[in-house]
């Protein structure tokens, strides 16, 4: 059996007459056709990849553009020196969570990252969805009745910001 | 053929991506001009507080184009430096809708350690993120007015006197007849709606002591017409309970029985049989807050025909 085998084999390997055209032209195209079919799965991936990314980031820049968050209210309290911060997401983009919050005036300024958002019945919580209304205080030495600044930084990246007095 | 392939495929869908930012950003600016067109008035406000609740009565007008919807309401009591707010509210106004938040639909703010006669600075949050102030001028307008001659005002042009259709009860209830010139001889009730404009902002209770006194003149006898509670049937009631009004609220008050509910028992009473004009006045007895009240208003003069 095993003769056999090695005997086609040697036979196919010094056998000196070529192929006939159609056979050899039939190989070509069917390698060219494969090839070409790989080639283009690649393609169909690398595009749907490029896609999907696009998508994403569109899909990212909207939400960005829907945030909006506006201040109720802004209360400190002098004998605690906290300043509490009421806000209310009136855009159209849900899990609007806080990344910083920076207060200053004319010659001060104070950054906040570590802001525990909080709904108006005091359940903590990380984000806020359209309609959605919370707090958060943050813990600072203000001098009662000047003038400052707040601004609030989304995790999205947008920035809010208003005027009080303290 | 597969590069063309791939420029059609990723070029085609940034073409689809970029139609649907434009969407949503075209989205956002009509957001922005429908709060900008928001347009909420405000008037009639008036606060009271009892208990750790501060009630805020005010006549609410949707007078913009696009309905409003009002989620919040919020309350600073600027003279005892706290604050509170009303996340529950649900307040739907469409265009030239108008809401009345008066008596018993007064909305209600928790704020503890606050005070009738403290300064208040309210506002409405709407669903789109606007404020709207609640100013309370005409308030204090009439309440300036009501200094001089107490707490409690008349509305002049709404006095109106009632007849029976039995021996207990008013005919026409509660519209009765709106005027000055009231049948002689007849058995009638009188009607008229009180205000509290009380500038300390306290609940005012009129007792049983409180009367329509028609003093005598030639030829005319003096008479009384003691305070009444009245049925929303026309019936009078034959003992009589406090009336009690708060800051801002209105009522009207029957002054029916010759006789004080609190002392004896309800009787009808006649005008006098004359054609004459005689002068009147309102009597009112009872408490301010939890401290005695009284005053006499100058009331209306009557034709009996």
Not at chain 1, 137 to 162: C, D, P, W
Not at chain 2, 39 to 67: C, M
Request: charge should be negative; aromatic fraction near 12%; include cysteine.
């Amino acid at each position: 059996m095993e003769n056999r085998l090695t005997r086609i084999i040697r036979r196919l390997f010094f056998n000196r007459r070529a192929f006939s055209p159609v056979i050899s032209n039939t190989l070509l195209a069917g390698a060219v056709i494969a090839l070409g079919f790989a080639v283009l799965s690649w393609t169909y991936t690398r595009s749907s990849v490029f896609n999907l990314e696009y998508a994403d980031v569109v899909e990212a820049n909207l939400d960005k553009i829907k945030e909006k968050l506006v201040f109720e209210y802004l209360f400190y309290n002098t004998s605690e020196n906290t300043l509490t911060v009421y806000l209310m997401n009136c855009g159209k983009s849900n899990n609007v969570s806080l990344t910083n919050a920076y207060l200053s005036n004319s010659s001060w300024f104070q950054s906040f990252s570590d802001i525990e958002l909080m709904f108006l019945n005091g359940t903590l919580t990380q984000s806020l969805d359209i309609g959605e209304e919370g707090y958060f205080k943050l813990s600072v030495n203000l001098v009662a009745n000047t003038g400052y600044s707040i601004r609030i930084v989304t995790e999205r990246g947008r920035l809010f910001e208003t005027p009080f007095i303290a | 053929m597969i590069v063309l392939f791939f420029y059609t495929n990723v070029f085609m869908f940034i073409i689809v991506q970029n139609a649907s930012f434009q969407e949503g950003v075209s989205e956002v600016n009509q957001e922005d001009v429908d709060r900008i067109n928001e347009k909420i008035t405000v008037s009639n406000v008036n606060y009271s507080v009892v208990g750790n609740q501060v009630y805020v009565e005010a006549q609410v007008t949707n007078d913009g184009p696009v309905s409003v919807q009002i989620i919040t309401l919020w309350v600073v009591d600027k003279t005892a430096q706290k604050y509170g707010c009303n996340d529950t509210l649900n307040i739907n106004l469409k265009t030239g809708d108008t809401l009345v938040f008066t008596g018993s639909d007064a909305l209600k703010v928790t704020m503890e350690g606050s005070n009738s006669s403290n300064v208040f600075t309210p506002w409405f949050v709407t669903e789109r993120g606007n404020f709207v102030p609640l100013e309370q001028e005409q308030g204090i307008i009439v309440a300036q007015l009501a200094q001089g001659i107490g707490s409690l005002a008349l509305d002049l042009y709404n006095f109106r006197y009632f007849t029976y259709v039995s021996d207990q009860k008013l005919g026409s209830y509660p519209t009765g007849n709106i005027g000055f010139n009231v049948p002689k001889n007849t058995y009638v009730a009188f009607g008229c709606h009180l205000t509290n404009l009380d500038p300390s902002k306290q609940t005012i209770t009129i007792d049983s002591h409180s009367l329509f006194w028609q003093p005598g003149r030639s030829g005319v006898s003096e008479g009384a017409w003691f305070i009444v509670n009245v049925n929303v049937d026309g019936t009078i009631s034959g003992t009589y309970s406090p009336i009690s009004l708060g800051y801002g609220e209105t009522k009207m008050i029957v002054f029916a029985s010759q006789n004080d509910l609190g002392l004896g028992s309800f009787g009808r009473l006649r005008t006098p049989n004359a054609l004459t004009t005689v002068a009147t006045f309102l009597l009112l007895h009872g408490t301010l807050g939890s401290a005695a009240y009284a005053q006499n208003i100058p009331f209306v003069s009557l034709f009996y025909y």
